[in-house]
T-cell receptor, first 113, second 117 residues
């Protein structure tokens, strides 16, 4: 029941920028777009999230299309430590006001030295 | 500060057995969620607990159950194990059960790798 679609894999060279796309055509007006990544042999970790405006933090930037049906995670200078599976996620609201993360298969990013 | 901890790291069981997985959230976090990650797939939501009450349940059979203790740690129990239960079981903690506009990120532990033979 994932609400997002991403390419299965992408490849980049070290020190180069990486643009990871995500489609979420059924997004509602109140859905926040979240990105998590999962390094090998680790649990997922938060990267960034946003609603409408582009967002920046120390890890990455998030560019959100004007119609919000797609977004792009930008790693400005990929390092070998950025090799991971990147998940674009829309949260699902549950009864009682709680929420869950709905993961798809994500994009496996390979960074070449 | 310690992150989310899970035990055991690895576990091997046979079909029909029962298993208990444990999770300690980050100090101050009252919400714990459990996810199952089968090889090659993204994590799938199993349960969420907040303040010791179940707040959400995913599409998993009744063989799966969980509980949260007064110190906010949690256990996931799986009865009558099947081969298909082999997976990485992830626990995540957060301050609140839902974020809305605030960040409320979920912090994941390293997981418990369960193998059912």
């Amino acid at each position: 029941d994932a609400k997002t679609t991403q390419p299965n894999s992408m490849e980049s060279n070290e020190e180069e920028p990486v643009h990871l796309p995500c489609n979420h055509s059924t997004i509602s007006g109140t859905d926040y777009i979240h990105w998590y990544r999962q390094l090998p042999s680790q649990g997922p970790e938060y990267v960034i999230h946003g609603l409408t405006s582009n967002v920046n933090n120390r890890m990455a930037s998030l560019a959100i299309a004007e119609d919000r049906k797609s977004s792009t995670l930008i790693l400005h200078r990929a390092t070998l430590r950025d090799a991971a599976v990147y998940y674009c996620i829309l949260r699902d609201v549950l009864q009682g006001g709680s929420e869950k993360l709905v993961f798809g298969k994500g994009t496996k990013l390979t960074v070449n030295p | 500060d310690a992150g989310v901890t899970q035990s055991p790291t690895h576990l091997i069981k046979t079909r029909g057995q029962h298993v208990t997985l444990r999770c300690s959230p980050i100090s101050g976090h009252k919400s714990v969620s459990w996810y199952q990650q089968v090889l090659g797939q993204g994590p799938q939501f199993i349960f969420q607990y907040y303040e010791k009450e179940e707040r959400g349940r995913g599409n998993f059979p009744d063989r799966f159950s969980a509980r949260q203790f007064p110190n906010y740690s949690s256990e996931l129990n799986v009865n009558a194990l099947l081969l298909g239960d082999s997976a990485l079981y992830l626990c995540a903690s957060s301050l609140l059960p839902a974020g809305g506009p605030i960040r409320n990120e979920q912090f994941f532990g390293p997981g418990t790798r369960l193998t059912v033979l």
